[in-house]
T-cell receptor, first 114, second 112 residues
Framework: EAQVTQNPRYLITVTGKKLTVTCSQNMNHEYMSWYRQDPGLGLRQIYYSMNVEVTDKGDVPEGYKVSRKEKRNFPLILESPSPNQTSLYFC?????????????FGPGTRLTVT | DAKTTQPPSMDCAEGRAANLPCNHSTISGNEYVYWYRQIHSQGPQYIIH???NNETNEMASLIITEDRKSSTLILPHATLRDTAVYYCIVRVAGTGGFKTIFGAGTRLFVKA
């Protein structure tokens, strides 16, 4: 089954404790992306990647890191999480030139930083 | 800055067509318009996209004005399961590729 998976689905952590949220897709997609969703602010793009070793900032990259060493994986790294990073996070992937086709979204990761 | 504007909410009677408008007056010639929807806190689901021509698929139709400054998503026969937040988005070329900018979306309520 074609899908985007994220782990963990739920995470409660403390300020400053480094964490990684994994994202994996099995569709051989070139384009992958991370979003965060907050009440009243909608979905905002954090980082995106056009292909292996090619990443770029979205609208809200501060406090996050990403890497794309393999085509199928695009982990999101929070080196020193803070409470303002409490949010619902979605990973997405897309095929085609410059990722212009439909994006498939993962089920989301709900992160709470205390 | 948001590239699209949508009404915050709309109602529709079950079985009737739902017409969701979107304004994207600053859209560039090579920017596509996409529509997604999100049910509760699930991952957004792709509906349809287009550049300048009207498009139709099994879920919906997309009508883009000739000047491309606005578009309308049409759900021809809305059902209760179509109750969701609908997002109209554009893709914007960044330094490394295409960013995706979501607007605030329209919360569609389909009523029996």
């Amino acid at each position: 089954e074609a899908q985007v998976t994220q782990n963990p689905r739920y995470l409660i952590t403390v300020t400053g404790k480094k964490l990684t949220v994994t994202c994996s897709q099995n569709m051989n997609h070139e384009y992958m992306s991370w979003y965060r969703q907050d009440p009243g602010l909608g979905l905002r793009q954090i980082y995106y990647s056009m292909n292996v070793e090619v990443t770029d900032k979205g609208d809200v990259p501060e406090g996050y890191k990403v890497s794309r060493k393999e085509k199928r994986n695009f982990p999101l790294i929070l080196e020193s999480p803070s409470p303002n990073q409490t949010s619902l996070y979605f990973c997405a992937s897309s095929s085609g030139l410059a990722g212009l086709y439909e994006q498939y979204f993962g089920p989301g990761t709900r992160l709470t930083v205390t | 800055d948001a590239k699209t504007t949508q009404p915050p909410s709309m109602d529709c009677a079950e079985g009737r067509a739902a017409n969701l408008p979107c304004n994207h007056s600053t859209i560039s010639g090579n920017e596509y318009v996409y529509w997604y929807r999100q049910i509760h806190s699930q991952g957004p689901q792709y509906i349809i996209h287009g550049l300048k021509n009207n498009e139709t698929n099994e879920m919906a139709s997309l009508i883009i004005t000739e000047d491309r400054k606005s578009s309308t998503l049409i759900l021809p026969h809305a059902t209760l399961r179509d109750t969701a937040v609908y997002y109209c988005i554009v893709r914007v070329a960044g330094t490394g590729g295409f960013k995706t900018i979501f607007g605030a979306g329209t919360r569609l309520f389909v009523k029996a």
